[in-house]
C-alpha cells in the first residue's frame, strides 16, 4: 500500500510536469517557511521529482539545441534556437531548483537530522548538489548560503561561480560522511531512483564531484573522484520512466512527439553527422561501427514508414524504443559518463597510456551493447568497438591523419566520444564551452550569427524580485567565469 501511495504522488508530480512545460513542482509549498506539514521521506520524493525537472526538461531542451543535439523549427523553440531567448523562458526552472528542490531538501534535512537519519540527509544533499550544480554550470553566480529562507534573507545573495563549485564540493564530502556512516532509516521507496541504497549514492556523488571538478578543469581531482565513482551500468542514476499517459512517460518523448509536435527534430544537427555511417563527417573506422548507436538516438522514417526530417529517436514500440522513448530511462549521473571522465582526466594528467586504457574500458562497455536499448542489440543494427592500440593515434594513424601529436589526437577522441555519448543532456552543453578554446574540441557553427552561446539568461521573475541579482544582467554570449580563464 506504501509502494503503491508513493507511485501515485509520483505521477502526480510527473502529471502536472506534463501541463505546462514541467510545472512539476508548481504551488508546492510556495511559502517555505510555512510549509505543509510532511514526514522527510515524502519531501524527498517530491524534490527529487523537481530535480528530475531541472535535469530533463526545458533548460536540456535549450542545451540540447545550443550544443547541435536538436534543431528547434516552430514557436519559441525555432527563436531559441536562433538564440533569441529571454529571462522569461527560464521562469519555471528557476523555480523549480530554489523552490522545488533546495527548498524543499532543506526541510527534508531539518526533518531528517531531528531523528539522526543521516543516510536521507546523504541522499538529500546529493539531490541538492546535483540541481545547484545544474544551476551553476548553466547561469554562473547563483544564490546558495542565504537561497530558500525568505524571511532572513529576501534578496539572497549571489555567490561567485567558482566559489560555489567549492561549496557543493563540500556538500558532497558531507553526504558522503553521512552515508558511510551507516545512520538512519532507509526511505524505501519513498526514494525513486536506489531506494535509499547508500552504496549507489555514494559512487553517484564521487562521479557527480568528479563532473564538477571537469567543469572546473581541476583534472586531477576529477580522475581520482571518478575512481571511487559509478562502477557499473545497473549502478547508473537513471530517472525510470513508465507508459502512462501524463503520468510517468519521459520528460523528451512527451514534449518531442506529443505535447509539441514539431517544434524540435535534429535536421540541422551536428551530433547525426558524427554518428550516421553515410555522414562525410562520421565518427565511425575499421575498429568503430556506430550504426546502432545512430538508429538507437536518431530517425528518419516515422512509425508509419513516412520519410521525415532526422529528429530525436521518440520510438516507442516493444520492438524499437528510442533514445527518447515513452518508457526510456533518462540519464542523470551514469557509469558512461564516469567512464569518460576518467578517460579525459587521466588523458590530461597522467599521460597517453593511462587514457587510452580508460577509453578503451568504455569502448569494451560499448562493444558489450553499452547504453542501447535492449531493442537496438538484436542484431538488426551492427555495432562495433575494438580496442584501439597506440599507433591508431600516431601521427598518419587511423585516428589521426591531420598529423597532430598522439595526446592531442587521443584527447580529440575522448571528446568526440563525450559529444556523441551526452545526446540530449546539459552536460554535453558544459563540455562544449569548456573546451571551446581548445584546438581539438568539438566545433560548432552558430545556428545565427557568428558568437554560440555560453550561459543561459538569468530568470526574470529572480532579477525582478531580488535586488542582489547581477545588474546588468549578463547576456547569451557573456562567458561565465569558469570558461573564461
Known sequence: MKRAKIIRMA????????ISCESMVDNLNTDLNNPTDASATLLLTGAQLGNVSVQEGHLARVASMWSGYFTGTDRQYKDIYSYNVTGASFNDVWQFVYQGVVGQMKLVIDKSAATNNRL???????????ALGTAVACWGDIPLKEAADINKFPNPAF?????????????????????ESGIGTSPGVADIHFAGDASKWKEAAYTLKARYYMETKEYASAATAA?????????????????????????????????????????????????????????GNAKTDETAR?????????TTGVAIPVSPNTNSSTTSRGLFGQSAPYPMVTYSENLLTAAESQARTAGFAAGLAKLNV????????????????TGTFKYKYEAYATEDFASGGMLNKDGITADQALLREILLERYVTFNGQIIGFNDLRRTR?????????????????????YSEAEVNSNTSAPNPVPGVFVKTAVNAK
Open 362 to 377: 568504455y569502448r569494451a562497455y560499448l562493444n558489450a551493447g553499452g547504453d542501447l536499448d535492449a531493442t537496438y542489440k
Open 294 to 302: 545512430y538508429n538507437h538516438h536518431f530517425i528518419t522514417v516515422s
Open 159 to 179: 555567490e561567485p561561480q567558482i566559489q560555489v563549485y567549492g561549496e557543493l564540493q563540500a556538500l558532497l564530502d558531507e553526504a558522503i560522511a553521512d552515508l
Open 120 to 130: 536521507v540527509q546523504g541522499i538529500a544533499k546529493i539531490t541538492e548538489a546535483n
Open 437 to 457: 578554446t581548445e584546438s581539438v574540441g568539438v566545433k560548432l557553427t552558430p545556428s545565427a550569427g557568428s558568437v554560440l552561446p555560453e550561459r543561459m539568461i
Open 227 to 283: 575512481e571511487k565513482g559509478i562502477t557499473t551500468a545497473a549502478r547508473s542514476w537513471m530517472m525510470v520512466h513508465g507508459t502512462t499517459l501524463n503520468v510517468n512517460e519521459n520528460l523528451m518523448y512527451a514534449f518531442i512527439a506529443r505535447n509539441r509536435v514539431g517544434d524540435i527534430n535534429s535536421s540541422l544537427a551536428l551530433a547525426p553527422k558524427f554518428l550516421n555511417p553515410a555522414s562525410t563527417t562520421y565518427k
Open 11 to 18: 505521477g502526480l508530480f510527473l502529471m502536472a510536469g506534463m
